[in-house]
């Protein structure tokens, strides 16, 4: 089956500007996870949805982040006044939602805030 | 805080040549250790998960508690093995599976 989806693959954005990034996961998932992928940063957790519910926010860097899933499934990532600090691959995954179990990881969006 | 580092942000080898990329994490108690892979142009996958106890392409990876280790090795590298490795942990308060992920090894190997 499908894999994770992510759209776009690459968004080019003024500094202000807010941004929206969209996950699909995969069918019958009910765990899904946003991380970030900078340079020098690695990989950073931002947030965590159990179905529609999002139990752990801690890596949210701001109050300019949001997330939301509705229908258990799409998720969307949002970044309200964009500032350049912001730009990074933003990655989506999901997975079965146990400890210990695979996440599969979607194509990620490039952000790049100008 | 929980981390995971990786000490080496480029490991180069030759082509044959053994291969150790280093991870440490902190917090002993009972980790959930993964290794995952991405090579160039694809996603992240995951490589190995200690609970496996497997050897994927060739690699493995030793839980060691008493040093917080878990190091990948493979004895002969391979030019197709050159990629971005990612060790990660799961989170001490098992919040659903989230992942703590070090800094990433970058492995070239050369013919």
């Known amino acids: 089956g499908a894999g994770v989806s992510q759209s776009p693959s690459n968004k080019v954005t003024e500094k202000g500007k807010d941004v929206e990034l969209r996950c699909d996961p995969i069918?019958?998932?009910?765990?899904l996870y946003w991380y970030r992928q900078s340079l020098g940063q690695g990989l950073e957790f931002l947030i965590y949805f159990q179905g529609n519910s999002a139990p752990d926010k801690s890596g949210l860097p701001s109050d300019r982040f949001s997330a939301e899933r509705t229908g258990g499934s799409v998720s969307t990532l949002t970044i309200q006044r964009t500032q350049q600090e912001d730009s990074a691959v933003y990655l989506c995954?999901?997975?079965?939602?146990?400890?210990?179990?695979?996440?599969?990881f979607g194509p990620g969006t490039r952000l790049t805030v100008t | 805080a929980q981390r995971v580092t990786q000490p080496e942000k480029l490991l180069s080898v030759f082509k044959g040549a053994p291969v150790e990329l280093k991870c440490n994490y902190s917090y002993s108690g009972s980790p959930e250790l993964f290794w995952y892979v991405q090579y160039s142009r694809q996603r992240l996958q995951l490589l190995l998960r200690h609970i496996s106890r497997e050897s994927i392409k060739g690699f493995t990876a030793d839980l060691n508690k008493g040093e917080t280790s878990f190091h990948l090795k493979k004895p002969f590298a391979q030019e197709e093995d050159s990629a971005m490795y990612y060790c990660?942990?799961?989170?001490?308060?098992?919040?659903?599976?989230?992942?703590?992920f070090g800094q990433g090894t970058e492995l070239s190997v050369k013919p």
């Open positions: 995954a999901s997975s079965t939602g146990y400890s210990g179990y695979e996440q599969y």
């Open positions: 990660a942990r799961g989170s001490i308060y098992n919040q659903g599976g989230k992942l703590i």
């Open positions: 069918s019958g998932h009910t765990a």
